[in-house]
C-alpha cells in the first residue's frame, strides 16, 4: 500500500502519534487509507447535502475493509453568480477543486479515493483529479434536485430563468415571479435540467468513473443514501 510509507516502521511513529489524535487506531492504520472527499457547501442546493453522503460512504469503505480519510474541497456555483462579477470565479474554481483533491491524496499518500461532488466544476474536477493520481478510484454524483410545483405544474430553476425574462416583458407580475421563486427549489440537488451537472454525470457513467446508474438518482431520494 502507498500508505505503508507513511504509517510504517519506527521511524513513522510522529505521524502515527498524529494520526491516532484524530480517532484512529492500530487496527485502523493496518488498513488501506482511502480517501473520502466532498464538495460541502451550504451556499447552493448543489452540493448541499454531500457532508450526509459522505458519512454514507465512510461507512460503507469500512465495511469493504479501509479506513475512510474525509476532506472537503470547494465549489462556486454557477447558477447563483450568474450574470455577476463572481461568475468569473466559476471556470478558475474547476482548477483549484482538481489541485486540492490530488494535493491532499497525494500528500498523505492514501491509496485510493471516493469523490461526492454535485455540480458542474466540482464533477469534471474530481474526473480530472482521478486521472491525474492514478489510484483507484470513484466519483459519485449527489444527483439533480426535486422538481417544484407552481400553477400546478412541475417547475425548475429553468422556468425561473424565463419568468425573468416574462417579467422584463411584462407578462408576470412582481408577486408571480416571487411565488416561482419560492417554490421552483425545494431542496437539495443540482439543477433539473440537462445543464452541465446532469451532462457531466451521465458522462462519468460512461467513463466508468462512477457506477452503473447511480448518477440518475436524485438528491432526495430515500435509495441516494
Not at 417554490?183 to 467513463?207: E, I, R, Y
Request: hydrophobic share 45%; charged share 20%.
Amino acid at each position: 500500500m502507498r500508505s505503508d510509507l507513511l504509517k510504517k516502521g519506527p521511524s513513522r511513529a510522529p505521524a502515527r502519534a498524529m494520526l491516532k489524535a484524530t480517532g484512529l487506531t492500530d487496527a485502523d492504520l493496518e488498513r488501506p487509507l482511502l480517501a473520502v472527499v466532498h464538495s460541502f457547501t451550504d451556499v447552493m442546493p448543489c452540493n448541499l447535502h454531500l457532508r450526509g453522503l459522505a458519512d454514507r460512504v465512510k461507512e460503507g469503505v469500512r465495511a469493504a475493509g479501509g479506513t475512510p480519510i474525509e476532506f472537503g474541497t470547494i465549489a462556486v456555483s454557477d447558477g447563483v453568480t450568474m450574470g455577476t462579477e463572481g461568475m468569473r470565479a466559476s471556470l478558475i474554481s474547476r482548477e483549484v477543486i482538481a489541485d486540492s483533491i490530488e494535493l491532499v491524496v497525494m500528500g498523505h499518500l492514501l491509496d485510493g479515493a471516493v469523490v461526492i461532488v454535485g455540480c458542474d466544476k466540482t464533477i469534471p474536477a474530481a474526473a480530472m483529479a482521478l486521472a491525474r493520481l492514478d489510484v483507484p478510484g470513484l466519483v459519485l454524483y449527489g444527483g439533480p434536485i426535486a422538481p417544484g410545483r407552481f400553477a400546478g405544474h412541475d417547475v425548475t430553476i429553468q422556468d425561473v430563468f424565463e419568468a425573468v425574462g416574462s417579467h422584463a416583458a411584462g407578462g408576470m407580475s412582481d408577486g408571480e415571479l416571487l411565488a416561482l421563486e419560492n417554490v421552483a427549489c425545494p431542496g437539495a440537488g443540482a439543477c433539473g435540467g440537462q445543464f452541465t451537472a446532469n451532462t457531466m454525470a451521465t458522462a462519468l457513467t460512461f467513463f466508468v468513473l462512477s457506477p452503473l446508474g447511480a448518477n440518475d438518482v436524485s438528491a432526495t431520494a430515500p435509495k441516494k443514501g
